[in-house]
C-alpha cells in the first residue's frame, strides 16, 4: 500500500521560529508516515519535536474519529519531545498512543516522559492525559508496528539513540529516517568496529533516507564530537548505500533559509558529480512524499 512521510519539524536542538526561517521552517524534529486510502485514524509518527503540535493539530481537525498512533523516538534529546506535551491527541479519550523507544542507560522511556511533564517544569503530569498512552521499549533489531515492519539500529550519537528503517508489511518502497548520527570520526560511542558497514547494509537500496545533516562540511571542522553530520557525509552514506532520495534534515538553528539554500545547491552539485545516481533535497517544514 502507497503511504505520505510528511515532515512537520525540520530543525535541530532548539526552535527556530522567525522571519529567516519561513521556507525550511523552525520547528523541531518530526515526521508522519500514514498510510494511504486507509483512513483509519491510525498513523506512525518518528520524533516528537515541536512539529509535532502542527501534526496534532491537522489530526483533530480532520475529526476522523478515534486516532491510534504509533510514536517512534530515536532519544529524548529534548528537540525529540518536546512537542509531547502539546500533541493534541493526547487530550482526547478514546485515542491511543503507543509510544517506542529505547531506556536511556537504565532509566526507562516512561520515566524519561514523566519528568519531562514533572509539576516543576509543566502543569499537567503526563498521567493526566485523557489518551490512552502506552510505552513500549526498543532494542536494536526487528519489530512489527500496525502496517509496517521497523528495524531499527543504534546510532553514533550522545545517548542511547536509534534510527529506523519502516517497509509496509506487504513489502514496497522503504523509508529510513536517521538523525542525530555522527558519520565521522570524532565522539566516543557504543558502536562496534563494524559499525559503518552494517549502517550501509541497513540502509541498503532505501527508497527515502532522511538523514542528520546539521554541518556544513565548514562547520564540522569545529564540531566533530557532538553527535552530527555534514551534508556532504550524509550524500556519500546515501550514494553507499544506494538510496534514491535523500532528504538533508535536522537543520542547524544557525541556518537560515538563505544558509540552507546554498547549502543544498552544494550538496547537489556533489551529487551530480558522483554521478546522479541520489535524489537530494532538504527537508521543509510541509513537504510531503508519496511512496
Ligand atoms: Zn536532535
Ligand atoms: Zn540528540
Redesign the pocket.
Known amino acids: 500500500m502507497a503511504y505520505a512521510v510528511t515532515v512537520w519539524g525540520v530543525r535541530g536542538s532548539i526552535p527556530t521560529p522567525g522571519a529567516l526561517t519561513t521556507r525550511y521552517g523552525g520547528n523541531t524534529s518530526c515526521v508522519s508516515v500514514e498510510q494511504l486510502g486507509a483512513g483509519d485514524g491510525r498513523l506512525v509518527v518518528l520524533d516528537a519535536g515541536t512539529g509535532i503540535r502542527l501534526l496534532g493539530q491537522e489530526l483533530v481537525e480532520r475529526g476522523s474519529g478515534s486516532l491510534e498512533v504509533d510514536l517512534l523516538l530515536t ?1 529524548t ?1 529534548w ?2 519531545i518536546q512537542g509531547i506535551p502539546f500533541f493534541a491527541p493526547f487530550a482526547s479519550e478514546g485515542n491511543e498512543v503507543r509510544v517506542w523507544g529505547s531506556k536511556q542507560g537504565d532509566v526507562d522511556l516512561d520515566a524519561i516522559l514523566r519528568q519531562q511533564m514533572h509539576p516543576v517544569v509543566f502543569p499537567v503530569p503526563l498521567d493526566q492525559l485523557p489518551a490512552e498512552l502506552s510505552v513500549e521499549h526498543v532494542e536494536p533489531g526487528e519489530f512489527d508496528i500496525d502496517g509496517f515492519v521497523v528495524e531499527a539500529m543504534r546510532l553514533r ?3 542511547n ?1 536509534l534510527g529506523y528503517r519502516l517497509t509496509p508489511t506487504g513489502g514496497g518502497a522503504s523509508m529510513a529516517y536517521v538523525t ?1 548520527n555522527e558519520l565521522g570520526p570524532g565522539g566516543d560511542y557504543e558502536v562496534g568496529p563494524d559499525w559503518h558497514s552494517e549502517l550501509v547494509e541497513f540502509l541498503e537500496g532505501v527508497d527515502v533516507l532522511i538523514h542528520d545533516a546539521m554541518y556544513t562540511p565548514a562547520d564540522l571542522e569545529h564540531h566533530r564530537g557532538w ?1 552530527h553530520s555534514s551534508s556532504s557525509e550524509a550524500l556519500e552514506l546515501a550514494t553507499e548505500a544506494g538510496a534514491g532520495q535523500l532528504v538533508l534534515f535536522h537543520h542547524r538553528p544557525e541556518h537560515d533559509d538563505a544558509a540552507m539554500d546554498s547549502l543544498v545547491e552544494a550538496v547537489r552539485a556533489e551529487a551530480e558529480e558522483a554521478g546522479g545516481a541520489v535524489e537530494v533535497m532538504a527537508a521543509t517544514e510541509g513537504m510531503q512524499l508519496i511512496l
Open positions: 532519544h534529546h528537540d525529540h550519537h550522545p545517548g539513540t542525530d553527535g
